[in-house]
């Protein structure tokens, strides 16, 4: 097995708490049903796909998941029940991410959309007063590069773009799905289980 050169996070699960039955459970209260049908830690439906990819606006994802919903239901309670799955940032993470980003290049590939990334970057700020960005060379976020986990191509892209050779690259994710695509082209991976933090894995 080669060094490792380089290190790819994911974000959801592994710097970020996010808790899917959160969501799930206020879509409930709208009336939604069944929402694990629509998206899950696993899948995602052709609509969530599209919104992590960038095809959609959020204003169509909205109207789209009203349709779901008891009527009279607002965009801003469509969006304050998929903002519920962010739940805070792993502070002793993100303080290891310090240290580390001078001994490796790090760089961040998420499954997002741009609802939750505003959030995100609103929640980091107002936990922590910096910019969440400034700790990876580059960030990789579904829908503004248009690709998402865990298709082999996205992480193609990302190794190209990034002047990456994969075998020397380390890509950390929780889900299972993403580590076997990223296995497929060609990257080293860590599965991060819930019992795991970045910061316990000897890097």
Known sequence: ???IKNIIFDLGGVLLNIDFNRTAE????????????????E??????????????????????????????????QVQNAWNAILVGFRKESIGFLSSL?????????????SIHH???IE??????????????????????IQKRKPYKDTY???LENGGMNAAETLFIDDAVTNIEGAKKAGLQTHLLLPS???????L
Request: hydrophobic content about 35%.
């Open 156 to 158: 193609l892209f990302v």
């Open 101 to 113: 980003k001078h001994r490796y290049p790090i760089y961040l590939l998420s499954n997002t959309n």
């Open 123 to 144: 929640l980091f700020r107002e936990e922590t007063g910096d910019s969440f960005d400034a700790h990876f060379i580059k960030s990789y976020y579904s829908h503004e």
């Open 1 to 3: 097995m080669a060094a």
């Open 196 to 202: 795991e933090r970045i910061e316990g894995l000897g």
């Open 118 to 120: 505003n959030r995100f």
């Open 26 to 41: 206020a879509f409930k209260q709208l009336g939604v049903k069944n929402f694990d049908g629509f998206y899950s830690k």
């Open 43 to 76: 899948t995602a439906s052709d609509l969530f796909e599209k919104l992590e990819t960038g095809y959609i606006s959020n204003e169509y994802f909205y109207a789209a998941m009203q349709q779901h919903c008891t009527p009279g239901t607002s965009f801003m």
